[in-house]
């Protein structure tokens, strides 16, 4: 009996994986299983829908504060470096729709490109997940730091980009019509290189599987964060945690470093246990400066009360 129950499990799991791989896109499943811990709003293929607004409030944190925030919850894999920029300056931030590229080789290419004739996806395949894009979203690609022939967008798929999801991209790999991109107002992007080749012997293999990022490793539905330092992925159920803690570590500084600029209190009693004196003078410093509470009441006071 035993062994039939294995036999059994074994010829289901295989079915249940032959299934998977007839697809494009990652199980609903798969992608739920990945993201277990995020109890929010999800697309309807399973990937976490980070409300707007943390996006919106995402991009004025600061890099080093969210990667701080990341690393105390035991997330030491979620940041890389070393990239070349598209506009530099701008600030990429929005949710992660993934893809994965290899090397291609024929036996792998046909039926891939056989799925998605039968999908009804249209073009070439590095354009598959462009369609897919929603407002906010960024796309993010393993090319495998391929930079000749490895140009996975060039203006005209940028401006398809740019028009459904108002962000950019983030390619471990390389972009063409780099003068074109940069004419895309709002758009930006963080890649390996600039090439003016064409995409060539790269096999597009997912979408929405988790992937490879340097030294990071990402999942769909992650918020991405771009700023001049690299690029921070953040799992979909820290959001929150990592954004409104970012928010609060602003706050403070902000307050202690005007504080000591004006001598009012000493750096000694800024980077110490705050007195009840300084927790009033800080409510009335935020009481003054409104514009720099991005939190809700209830979050901001929640802090207050750990002072």
């Known amino acids: 009996m035993r062994f039939s129950f294995v036999v059994v499990a074994s010829l289901l799991l295989a079915a249940q994986l032959r299934a998977s791989a007839q697809h494009i896109n990652a199980p609903k499943e798969l992608i739920q299983t990945y993201t277990s811990q995020y109890k929010g709003e999800r697309f309807p ?5 980070v409300p707007d607004d943390l996006v919106k409030r995402l ?3 600061s890099l080093e504060e969210a990667w701080g925030v990341l690393r105390n919850e035991g997330y030491t894999n979620q940041f890389e470096a070393g990239w ?7 600030v990429l931030a929005g949710r992660v729709l993934t893809a994965q590229y290899m090397p291609s080789r024929p036996d792998m290419e046909n039926p891939v490109k056989e799925k998605g004739k039968a999908e009804n996806r249209k073009g070439a395949p590095n354009s598959w997940p462009i369609d897919q894009l929603t407002e906010n979203d960024v796309y993010v690609a393993d090319g495998f730091g391929k930079l000749v022939d490895g140009t996975l967008i060039g203006d ?19 972009v063409r019509d780099l003068e074109g991109l940069e004419e895309i107002e709002g758009f930006t992007g963080f890649v390996r290189g600039f090439d003016p080749s064409f995409i060539k012997d790269m096999l597009m293999t997912g979408i929405n599987y988790p992937i490879r990022i340097g030294r990071a490793t990402v999942l769909p539905g992650d918020l991405v964060l771009g700023k001049t330092e690299g690029v ?25 470093h005007q504080m000591l600029r004006e001598g009012k209190y000493t750096p000694g009693e800024i980077d110490m246990k705050w007195s009840p004196a300084i ?3 800080f409510r009335d410093w935020l009481k003054a400066h409104p514009e720099k509470v991005k ?7 929640e802090r207050m009360k750990k002072l």
């Open 295 to 301: 939190m809700s009441a209830a979050q901001l006071e």
């Open 59 to 61: 991009k004025d944190i």
């Open 84 to 90: 070349m920029r598209i506009s530099p300056g701008k």
């Open 279 to 281: 927790v009033q003078t």
């Open 156 to 174: 005209n798929l940028g401006n398809s980009i740019y028009a459904k999801s108002k962000t950019g991209v983030v390619f471990d790999g390389s």
């Open 45 to 49: 293929d399973g990937r976490p829908k």
């Open 232 to 256: 921070i992925f953040i799992p979909a159920h820290l959001a929150e945690k990592v954004i409104t803690s970012s928010e609060w570590i602003a706050l403070t500084d902000d307050f202690g």
